[in-house]
């Protein structure tokens, strides 16, 4: 893949001049496709609503075509050795490596997020092809001690099958590698549907996979608008030919997919919304506290299921926190992921800009204090919100109880320990939860009794591939990254020798 971005009218348009086919075509069974019924859907900068390319809509027998070449594939796929596919992954990371910067640029071009956040993801994204190239040769059975002499009792691990995989726009390339990464180490082969947003920078790694030499049919990536995402789902769920699927994205359409896995009790891993407290306790360095709460709130734009979500202040440590937060926040420099100088991007979409926006007026209407932003940022585009910080947050607002996955930061002030606990567990979420404390055995207390599957203490950045991510409660099932990442993708076959 060589995407050269050639500078036109401004510095900040960029169009790719070269292997152009590479984006209107969706890749299956090592060849690039369209749609049966050539139907194809446009793929537009959230930053200027600009076309970046046009993608195939691929509707369900296409995507059956895919599933039957994934199915033909995995046989060959999975007869190779841990060995083997363990260097197929590394060719695929070296070239995601050389490639890291076109990556990122197709990224901004398609997420909006900000060229510096786009190379880190990109960094990030690479590192789970290399873990999991690392991973595949330590898949490793056991031989257990039997309670009978003329037995012997061994487990050994075998992937599961074609694995489908359907993908958000937050993270382009990181929640299709974490995810793809773990499948192809384990030997099983896959589908991938990625967001109707952000399908290039899938197209981007599928010609990688190529290049790579990973064999055809091995790793498919299927386009589909939004209208078809829900028949493709469904195909997914119900397909003998799917082993297992993996799902990152909201909260409602995991629920869907769960149920639609039930009638053929298919293994699914969820990786859905989080609603994370940060909380900050009298103990805590509120210079790091700030730090990190930038971090955790700003990255993406708010739009990362691990944001803070709610920030929970200690009385006696809360108006100076507030001070320096919104002193912190003068510092984001909204515009065109292109702009070096920018650290934040417009939202996706008008959904969630709409959204963000009902959320913002309903603490309005109930009482809450702007005390930065509270409005669209329409002067740097349509999608843009200006960040935002809500004080006098009350437990009957919206942005209290709901995901915000925009740039707001409500805060709220707590007595104790204990009220801090109460109310950052009370929610049906349990993905991430952040606290910043210098008190030894308020860390542990408190990150023992915090209901989620992930903490940050005094630290608002979390994600690592050699980390095990996922929630409990409605967050989710399973856990990527890490060697747990790979247990989605295998089955324990226990094998019993006899008459020894
Ligand atoms: P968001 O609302 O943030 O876009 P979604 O959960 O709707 O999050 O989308 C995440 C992924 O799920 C995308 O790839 C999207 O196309 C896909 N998707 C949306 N609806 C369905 C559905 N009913 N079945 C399967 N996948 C779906």
Redesign the pocket.
């Known amino acids: 893949m060589m995407f050269v971005l050639q500078k036109i009218s401004n510095i900040y348009k960029a169009v790719l001049v070269r292997n152009l086919h590479l984006y209107n075509k969706s890749y299956v069974n090592g060849n690039w496709v369209s749609a049966a019924c050539n139907k194809t859907f446009d793929v537009k900068n959230p930053a200027d609503g600009s076309l970046v390319g046009t993608v195939p809509d691929m509707a369900v027998e296409d995507v059956q075509i895919a599933l039957e070449k994934a199915y033909e594939a995995f046989h060959i796929w999975q007869e190779i050795t841990a060995k083997e596919r363990s260097l197929f992954l590394r060719k695929w990371y070296d070239l995601m490596v050389k490639n890291s910067e076109e990556l990122a640029n197709i990224m901004t071009l398609e997420s909006g997020k900000p060229m510096i956040e786009a190379r880190g993801e990109v960094a990030y994204g690479n590192s789970f092809i290399e873990w999991f190239s690392e991973e595949a040769r330590r898949i490793d059975g056991e031989i257990i001690q039997s309670p009978v002499k003329t037995k012997q009792i061994i487990l050994n691990k075998q992937p599961i099958g074609v694995a489908a995989l359907?993908?958000?726009?937050?993270f382009p390339h990181a929640m299709i590698t974490r995810k793809a990464g773990a499948a192809l180490a384990a030997g099983c082969s896959c589908v991938v549907?990625?967001?109707?947003?952000t399908p290039l920078t899938a197209l981007a790694l599928a010609e990688l996979s190529r290049e790579a030499g990973i064999p055809k049919g091995v790793f498919n990536v299927v386009t589909?608008s939004?209208s078809n995402?829900?028949s493709?789902?469904?195909l997914?769920c119900e397909s003998p030919l799917v082993a297992g699927i993996s799902?990152?994205?909201?909260t409602?359409?995991?629920k869907?997919?769960y149920q639609q896995c039930a009638s053929g009790v298919k293994r699914l891993g969820l990786e859905l919304g989080g609603n994370a407290p940060f909380i900050v306790f009298c103990s805590a360095d509120i210079d790091k506290a700030v730090q990190g709460a930038i971090a955790s709130k700003f990255r993406n734009c708010g739009q990362t299921c691990v944001s803070a979500n709610r920030f929970l202040i200690q009385e006696n440590v809360y108006d100076i926190f507030v001070e320096k937060l919104k002193m912190a926040m003068k510092h984001i420099v909204l515009g065109n992921g292109l702009d070096p100088q920018v650290t934040a991007g417009p939202l996706?979409n008008v959904?969630q800009v709409n959204k963000v926006q009902s959320i913002v007026q309903d603490a309005l209407e109930k009482g809450a204090q702007v005390e930065a932003g509270g409005n669209p940022a329409i002067q740097h585009g349509e999608l843009f919100y200006e960040p935002t910080l809500l004080t006098n947050v009350k437990e009957n607002m919206l942005c209290y109880n709901e995901e915000i996955?925009g740039p707001v930061a409500p805060c709220i002030s707590f007595k104790t320990e204990e009220e801090a606990l109460k109310i950052a567990n009370n929610t049906n979420r349990g993905l991430a939860g952040y606290f910043y404390s210098n008190d030894i055995s308020q860390i542990f207390r408190v990150s023992r009794k915090l209901e989620v599957g992930m903490v940050g203490v005094n630290e608002g950045i979390i994600s690592t591939a050699e980390a095990a991510f996922g929630g409990i409660k409605e967050s989710g099932i399973g856990r990527e990254g890490s060697r747990h990442g790979i247990d989605d993708f295998v089955y324990i076959k226990y094998m019993c020798l006899g008459n020894l």
């Open positions: 359907i993908t958000p726009w937050n549907k990625p967001a109707e947003d589909t939004r995402a829900a493709v789902g469904k997914f799902f990152t994205g909201s409602q359409v995991g869907c997919l996706i959904s996955f």
